[in-house]
């Protein structure tokens, strides 16, 4: 047995990263991957930290140079990849030793892989990993699920490699099974999100004010110095400034708009929609990236449908307009996402710490933002008939927000601007602000054609509508 305090399989972009950190905090790394070649290639070029790697041919070789009990994280592409390298580690292992899926499993998946390995002594953690390649190198935000006293051997190391805020690791055990990867998955949602309402607010002032990147940039720059402060805004600032080195144009207006998606974004929507939930934005936003697929078909509607003739009327928008828009339809994008985790916990008995959460999402993810400082402080602080767009702060915000919101989804609207997430954001946050709807008349008609029964509301339910066939 060696001495190496951890395993990790997988010398991808992100596997190396992660072995690189883990090296430069102290812990000696056992590696290996699948094409063998890899594994010398990565050791000779990591430097000083060449002598904290312990290169592993085969994982036999790797199983032998771990302590007991051992921790192997496994870092390869989500779905039979993980599965294909599980079966060939968990024969090798002993009781009580530990693999740790660090990659973006589905969580149900992660569910029956922790089952299976539980029949056989074997621990399992599905561990989010969250801040792409910069992150696993520098400091990740770390969601994990799994048995806690698993975790409780591989915390000192998930600790010091994670990114920290103001000294906090942003690193956290958040429940049993499937909870890491289920909160990593809710966060890349949200970062869909995110991401769609930035794209919104550059769509109307690059269509609808034929404003130019580089001004776009500069008002994003000045946006990340206030309540927007984020990562996303921040990096969306600097891609806007920048230039295409081969023809010296604006480097977005050399790209394609045509998005892709790996699947997280789509996960969410469908465990929304399984757990009777709304995560509208984020739907929205997977809308959008899938459309943006459809690049051909859109040439041919421009053409087919004859553009978007603007209709007269549309109120004129400050960049104040934007900036308020987007501040509102984030925090209803992050809320409906709260929503969605704590309709998971439930649901599969997690007890997910939302003020948690929203602490170790301030640094080192993608999604990273001065707003989740107040958002964890929201949570912890308890939200009221557990929605954060009713705490204290934050209702304040919508309140004073939301006309802004109004005027520029009316704007869009009249122009033929798309934005699904803002059109999503403001009317669930309509759908909240009124007591009473209209699926008085859902259940009329449901009991008109089906006989499902609706209750009154002078009391009592399974009562029928004097509309009796025949
Ligand atoms: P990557 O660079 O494409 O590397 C993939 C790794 O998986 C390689 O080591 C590859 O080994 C291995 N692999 C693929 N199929 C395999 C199989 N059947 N059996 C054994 N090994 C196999 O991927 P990555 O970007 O590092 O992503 C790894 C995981 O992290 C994914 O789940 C990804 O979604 C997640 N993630 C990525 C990011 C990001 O920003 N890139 C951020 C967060 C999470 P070979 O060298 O032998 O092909």
Redo the contacts with the bound molecule.
């Keep these: 047995m060696g001495n190496a305090r951890i395993g990790l399989?997988?010398?991808?972009?992100?596997?190396?990263?992660l072995a690189l950190n883990i090296a430069e905090n102290g812990f000696d790394v056992a590696v290996h991957?699948?094409?063998t070649e890899?594994i010398a290639e990565f050791v000779s070029n990591a430097g000083d930290l060449a002598n904290r790697l312990v290169p592993s041919e085969t994982p036999q070789d790797l199983v032998n140079a771990i302590s007991s009990p051992r921790a192997i994280i496994i870092?390869?592409?989500?779905g039979?990849?993980?599965d294909?390298?599980i079966e060939?580690l968990a024969p090798l292992l002993d009781k009580g030793d530990m693999i740790i899926d660090?990659?973006?499993?589905n969580f149900h998946d992660t569910r029956r892989r922790e089952a299976a390995l539980r029949e056989q002594g074997l621990s399992f953690i599905g561990m989010?990993?969250?801040?792409?390649?910069e992150?696993?190198r520098f400091g990740?935000s770390v969601m994990v699920g799994g048995k806690g006293e698993s975790y409780a051997v591989i915390r000192d190391i998930v600790e010091a490699i994670s990114a920290k805020y103001q000294g906090d690791p942003c690193a956290a055990h958040l429940g049993a099974d499937g909870a890491g990867h289920f909160v990593?998955t809710v966060h890349n949602g949200i970062e869909y999100a995110d991401m769609q309402m930035i794209a919104e607010v550059y769509g109307i002032l690059r269509d609808m004010q034929g404003r130019t990147p580089a001004d776009i940039g500069a008002l994003f720059e000045h946006w990340n110095t206030g309540p927007l402060q984020s990562y996303l805004v921040e990096i969306s600032a600097r891609v806007l400034g920048a230039s295409d080195p081969e023809t010296g144009r604006p480097m977005v207006d050399v790209i394609v708009d045509r998005a892709g998606q790996?699947g997280?974004g789509r996960w969410t929507v469908i465990e929304a929609l399984t757990l009777g939930q709304s995560a509208s934005t984020i739907e929205a936003a997977v809308a959008a990236r899938s459309w943006s697929a459809a690049k051909d078909t859109r040439i041919a509607g421009e053409a087919i449908l004859a553009g978007s003739a603007p209709v007269a009327g549309a109120p004129a928008l400050a960049d104040d307009d934007l900036q308020a828009a987007l501040l509102a339809a984030k925090i209803i994008a992050y809320a409906q996402g709260f929503t969605l985790l704590q309709a998971a916990s439930e649901e599969y008995d997690w007890s997910l710490d939302m003020g948690r959460i929203a602490e170790i999402w301030r640094e080192g993810c993608i999604i990273r933002s001065a707003m989740l400082n107040d958002m964890a402080a929201a949570a912890r602080a308890g939200l009221p008939h557990g929605q954060l767009i009713f705490a204290p702060g934050f209702k304040d915000t919508l309140i004073k927000s939301t006309p802004a919101l109004r005027r520029v989804v009316a704007a869009a609207v009249l122009n033929g601007q798309p934005v699904p997430a803002f059109s999503a954001a403001l009317a669930y946050y309509d759908t909240m602000q009124r007591g009473r709807g209209t699926t008085d008349i859902i259940q009329a008609q449901r009991d008109f054609f089906g006989a499902h029964g609706f209750e009154r509301v002078d009391g009592g339910s399974d009562h029928h509508g004097p509309w009796a066939m025949g």
């Design positions: 399989v997988g010398l991808g972009v992100m596997g190396r990263n991957n699948r094409s890899k870092m390869v592409q989500a039979g990849p993980v294909a390298t060939i660090a990659g973006n499993a989010g990993v969250s801040g792409g390649e992150g696993a990740p990593k790996k997280t």
